[in-house]
């Protein structure tokens, strides 16, 4: 699939007033800092669609953007930043949730994972909890750049091994990217056209 526009259309802390229209919609979540925003701006080719930042905690509202005129993808805030006030992150963690209960058009939660990290607790629980509501998601390794290419297949065999300790079957569909270099986004494109139309 090849992007022809991608427009920036709304931000909001409450779900209820996300776009109404019912086009289908892909989000992208996880730690903060760990490429969400920078990733839009790489799969969409803008510089600055989503504003990124070195410091974690940027994004903190729910951004919908309009791709080809015809679905959104979603930047959310990132979740597990501990210098924000407890009860700023409460109410992160509550209109993120509120956006998975709610948003019915969501067709894929695609979870941003650091690919030289370990497996992180609050990933673990936030792909548990994708899993009993039963919203279908994807896991995006992001700053492959950051590791050697011959060490991607271990870190990626890694994190699957740690999923599967924690209960899971098996591994979700996985995408290997990197924004500053363009790794993975004809794939991860590809991938969003080909659950579009199912
Ligand atoms: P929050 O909005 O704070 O939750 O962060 P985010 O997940 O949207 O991260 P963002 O895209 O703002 O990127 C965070 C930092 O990581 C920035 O300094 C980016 O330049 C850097 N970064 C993001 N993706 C990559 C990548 O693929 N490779 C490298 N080397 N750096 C990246
Ligand atoms: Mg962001």
Known sequence: MKITTAEFIISNSDVSKCPTERLPEYAFIGRSNVGKSSLINMITN????????GKPGKTQLINHFKINSNWFLVDLPGYGYARVSKKTKEVFQEFITD?????????????????RLEAQKIDIEFIEYLGESEIPFCIVFTKADKISKTKIDSHVAAYKKQLIAHNWEEMPPYFVTSATEGTGKDTLLNYIEEINVE
Do not use: M, P
């Not at 803008?46 to 930042?53: M, Q, R, V």
């Open 99 to 115: 956006y998975f209960e709610t948003r019915e058009q969501l067709v894929c939660a695609f979870v941003l994972i650091d690919i």
């Open 46 to 53: 803008h510089k600055n669609l989503a504003k990124t930042s």
